[in-house]
């Protein structure tokens, strides 16, 4: 079996009563479906004035070899004494309210295998979109570099959908209509043997043809699914981007790539559709043409043979043409399988992505910062160059280090190997002489908390934003934050001040206002550790000297690992450390580092022409 089957299948396993509920239901509907179609036998007797032939007296048991002919003799003797003791009307009554009563149940039992159906397919997809949600917040950033965002968001809206509709044919394909071709073969048989052998000369050939068909269909389908992610991807892009498009003119060239992907969509699909929806035309030929055969074969034993009368006949047809339905849903079930083992694929392909990032077995609890971070002959790379090579300095408890360096000299990597987005390649991260790498993931993300350059906002309240590390804080908690990150006076100016919504990734906010929270959220999560990512970068001078004024408050009292585009905020930093192209080419104080006239020199000197030239 599919791999990605038994996973799916594996969902369903809390769901196992409601699958039970619909296999019975479904059962009792195809053996009413079955015997709504029985009843046309008798009908049939009354409508063509052919005498029930029944036997004189009740038939002899003669063991149970011989149930079928029993079963028979004893139903056409009781149908012989009714129509013989009734009138025609009165025996047509009966059938009639027992067709009602028949196909009432019937439907009543298809409701019911639905309603079970319902519950178990909606429970599948809203547990394999839990679990793929979990997983990719758990997944490395690495991991969402590579990728296109819409490409994630895909296969967490369409492909689950996918699977979900699948697991929902799979089920029936597996129960309710075996079950009707079952009971419908059986009654056939019943009728008659010959007959139904004729069928089954048919089937297999029936069933080569079209699985030859179906084999293509995975295949445009996962390119369909791709496509699919492709719009997602270009639509996410648009809106996030929406002020650059605009501001550059670029609604032409947007509006062209978005008609590639749709045409492209456009020709898979429709590829896609039509052979798939040759599986229902097709199979309905080939049962049609079973049908030809059996009518042209009975018509011979009705008409030469005269073994079968015409009632019979009549209703063995109708039997057979009630395969048709089932066995065409059949055909066209095992490429909706196809089309869902696609999409399976996918969210699979996230499931087992590797989470690299993991804790150990053993990973040590970490409550406190007590004396320092290290950084031992630290290298990195993302891909394949090294970008950080054997970088080496210390953070003793207490104080504020600085990172400069050119643009693109690796300080925000070195903010995201302390956090652990990355582990490290080579040499090793330890704090108080433990490796970061021993250290619960939790703790250690305890210990710190990071303000970056581009502030991260969600939409949602003002209050909400602030509380994240810590979703219970007290009014007064989440005020005081505020207070010390300067933004409280600008948040009760707000319409609903702190019950404020800010608009999808805050936009309803300004620059300085935006960092400001982001700050009141780090001041609220309060851990020992601060790391400042360029956090004023993105500021106009006004709201620089604010959001400076409470970055210097939030230092306070912490450790911090600073790292400044602007030089003449740091210059009381117990270490300024410089990076130049991934490697540590200085460290001191800012006079020791001035007096030495090197890189340090060079920068501050450039950043005093640029304050000259303001
Ligand atoms: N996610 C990433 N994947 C691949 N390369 C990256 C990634 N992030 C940064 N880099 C590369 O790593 C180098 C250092 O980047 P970074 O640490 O952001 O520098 P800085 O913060 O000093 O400007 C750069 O050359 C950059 O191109
Ligand atoms: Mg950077």
């Not at 079970?116 to 679990?131: E, M, Q, S, Y």
């Not at 995201?416 to 490290?424: A, G, K, S, T």
């Not at 609903?496 to 700050?519: A, E, M, P, V």
């Amino acid at each position: 079996m599919d791999s990605n089957l038994r996973k799916i299948l594996s969902y369903t396993r809390p769901y196992k009563w409601w699958i039970t509920g619909n296999v019975v239901s479904n059962i009792f509907y195809a053996f009413f479906g079955m015997l709504a179609m029985l009843v046309l036998m008798p009908m049939l007797q009354i409508l063509f004035r052919v005498s029930a032939e029944g036997p004189a007296s009740r038939p002899e048991w003669t063991g149970l070899g011989h149930m079928k002919e029993f079963a028979q003799q004893w139903m056409a003797w009781k149908w012989s004494i009714y129509t013989s003791t009734h009138t025609p009307g009165q025996s047509l009554t009966l059938v009639i309210g027992l067709v009602l009563v028949i196909v009432f149940l019937k439907n009543l039992f298809g409701y019911l295998a639905m309603v079970f159906a319902t519950v178990l397919r909606n429970g599948i997809l809203r547990d394999i979109r839990v679990d793929l949600y979990d997983k990719i917040l758990r997944l490395p950033l690495e991991y969402f570099s590579d990728r296109r965002k819409g490409d994630t968001i895909a296969r967490i809206t369409s492909d689950v959908y996918e699977v979900q509709m699948t697991s929902m044919t799979v089920l029936e394909m597996l129960v309710r209509d075996p079950m009707t071709i079952l009971f419908t073969v059986g009654a056939m048989w019943f009728l008659n043997y010959k007959l139904t052998l004729f069928i089954f000369v048919f089937v297999p050939l029936a069933g080569l043809i079209i699985s030859l068909i179906g084999k293509q269909l995975k295949k445009s389908s996962l390119a369909v699914q791709r496509t699919n992610s492709r719009f997602l991807s270009l639509v996410e892009e648009s809106l996030s981007g929406i002020k650059i498009i605009k501001a550059f003119n670029a609604e032409g060239l947007f509006g062209k790539k978005f008609r590639a992907v749709v045409n492209d969509m456009f020709r898979l699909t429709t590829r896609m559709v039509n052979r798939q929806n040759l599986a229902s035309p097709l199979s309905e030929f080939l049962g049609v043409g079973v049908i030809a055969g059996i009518i042209g074969y009975g018509g011979h034993l009705v008409l030469v043979e005269k073994s079968l009368s015409a009632p019979v006949f009549i209703t063995f047809v109708a039997l057979a043409y009630n395969v048709l339905t089932p066995a065409k849903n059949i055909a066209r079930a095992g490429y909706a399988v196809r089309r869902g083992m696609a999409s399976a694929e996918r969210v699979f392909e996230i499931m087992e992505a590797d989470e690299k990032i993991r804790d150990k077995p053993v990973a040590v609890a970490k409550e406190n910062f007590e004396r320092e971070i290290r950084l031992e002959n630290v290298s990195f790379r993302y891909e394949a160059d090294e970008v950080l090579r054997d970088v080496s300095f210390r953070v003793p408890k207490g104080a504020t280090v600085a990172l400069v360096g050119q643009s693109g000299s690796g300080k925000t990597t070195i903010a995201h190997l302390l956090m652990r987005f990355y582990d490290v390649t080579g040499g090793k991260i330890t704090i108080d002489g433990i490796d970061i790498r021993d250290i619960r993931k939790r703790d250690l993300r305890n210990l710190m908390a990071i303000v970056t350059q581009e502030s991260i906002l969600f939409n949602d309240t003002v209050r909400n934003n602030i509380a994240l590390a810590k979703p219970d804080a007290t009014d007064e908690e989440i005020i005081q934050a505020a207070k010390v990150a300067n933004a409280h006076d600008f948040i009760m100016q707000l319409p609903k001040g702190y019950d404020t919504n800010i608009g999808d990734s805050g936009n309803k906010l300004s620059g300085g206002q935006k960092q400001r929270i982001n700050i009141a959220r780090a001041v609220l999560k309060n851990p020992p550790v601060m790391i400042l990512d360029e956090a004023t970068s993105a500021l106009d001078t006004e709201s620089e000297r604010l959001v400076q004024d409470a970055l210097d408050r939030l230092m306070q009292g912490h450790t911090s690992v600073v790292i400044a585009h602007r030089l003449s905020t740091i210059k009381n930093a117990d270490l300024i450390v410089v990076m130049d192209k991934g490697r540590v080419v200085e460290t001191g104080s800012h006079k020791e580092l001035m007096k030495r006239k090197g890189i340090y020199h060079k920068l501050v000197m450039l950043q005093s022409f640029e304050v000259e030239d303001e």
